[in-house]
């Protein structure tokens, strides 16, 4: 078994190798001597996009992460933990509203605190709700819709209530099994918490770097394929299609998995449908990208296993487009 993980670490890095080679070659085309289609350049540009813009928001979560494995004991979490799981929703809805993390950010730092002892549906409901929830995101969210403040509400309402739902969601499904994958970080040596602070900066590096190459190949999948359905998908059939405020925020929503925008802009992505899809539509769009999209579901496949995964994938699908289409009745 090790000898085969070594060989996909071995065999992911030289494809790893050729494919940055590739879009080094793509940054100047206009000196190479053959001609490259328009759209394999495109697909390169929102590539490196997707990957510079995720890369620093995923390096800041995974040196949180890396500082709570070193500075956070599991007796402090334990006392920390609201005793009633209902409860402990409750104020999961409140750090993640105190929480300035994108989506990006917010996975590994969760991984690490259900290692710590929160409990799986706790973390669930941080997951989903600190990349809508967080100050930045409802700032921009108020830029790019002033003229409809309803939205910059209904967005913010209707993401608690889907918390909600989900944390509800995944404590009746999994309790406190542990969905988590298991990683050679997990295997980091003990450091006492008696040491001087300069010694504790090394083991956070170690932890940070050894995490970032695991999640790493993840990121890059799925920005790769993010970039070919950007480049490749016809958008104005994807418009004829939302008619209605229930098919509407179902093509919103595939587009808002697709295009795997962070949560700090989503929203003014979304205004740009303003004049072709119903509130309702923009809502999901603007509810359903930070919770899931197609970049994070390589990550979260990367940290939780696939059982979770496709079950935490059905939770959040499944009550975003009901939440939208009430909404839309309620609002008609």
């Not at 928001?57 to 933990?81: R, Y």
């Not at 929480?99 to 409990?119: D, H, T, W």
């Not at 595939?254 to 740009?272: E, I, M, N, Q, R």
Request: charged share 10%.
């Amino acid at each position: 078994m090790e000898a085969l993980q070594q060989f996909a670490r071995r065999s992911f890095s030289i494809l790893l190798f050729f494919f940055l080679l590739y879009c080094f070659i793509l940054l100047e085309p206009n000196k190479l001597s053959f001609h490259i289609p328009e759209s394999l350049l495109n697909v390169n540009t929102i590539f490196l996009s997707i990957l510079l813009e995720s890369i620093p928001f995923i390096m800041l979560g995974i040196f949180f992460s890396s500082c709570i494995e070193i500075f956070v004991s599991d007796e402090w979490m334990t006392k920390w933990i609201v005793k009633n799981p209902y409860g402990a929703i409750g104020s999961a809805v409140v750090i993640s509203i105190l929480s300035p993390v994108c989506e990006c950010a917010v996975i590994p730092v969760v991984r690490r605190l259900i290692q710590k002892g929160l409990p799986l549906h706790v973390g669930s409901v941080i997951l989903v709700g600190a990349p809508i929830l967080n100050p930045i995101v409802i700032l921009s969210t108020y830029y790019a819709f002033s003229k409809h403040l309803e939205l910059v509400y209904a967005r913010i309402g209707l993401a608690i209530v889907i918390c909600i739902i989900t944390g509800l969601m995944t404590y009746w499904i999994f309790g406190n099994k542990n969905m988590l994958k298991p990683h050679k970080t997990d295997a980091l040596p003990e450091h006492s918490l008696k040491q001087q602070n300069g010694k504790r900066l090394k083991p956070i590096i170690t932890h940070a770097v050894e995490e970032f190459f695991d999640m790493g190949r993840y990121l890059i999948m799925g920005a790769f394929i993010a970039s070919l359905f950007q480049t490749f998908l016809n958008r104005g059939a994807l418009a004829e299609l939302g008619t209605s405020d229930l098919s509407g925020s179902a093509v919103m929503m595939g587009l808002a998995f697709v295009l795997s925008l962070c949560s700090h802009a989503d929203a003014f992505v979304a205004s740009t449908f303003s004049g072709t899809y119903s509130h309702a539509s923009l809502l999901s769009f603007m509810l359903y990208g930070p919770m899931l999209d197609l970049k994070n579901t390589f990550v979260y496949a990367s940290f939780f296993k696939k059982r979770f995964v496709f079950v935490f994938s059905i939770i959040i699908s499944a009550s975003v487009l009901a939440i939208a289409w009430l909404y839309g009745l309620i609002t008609a």
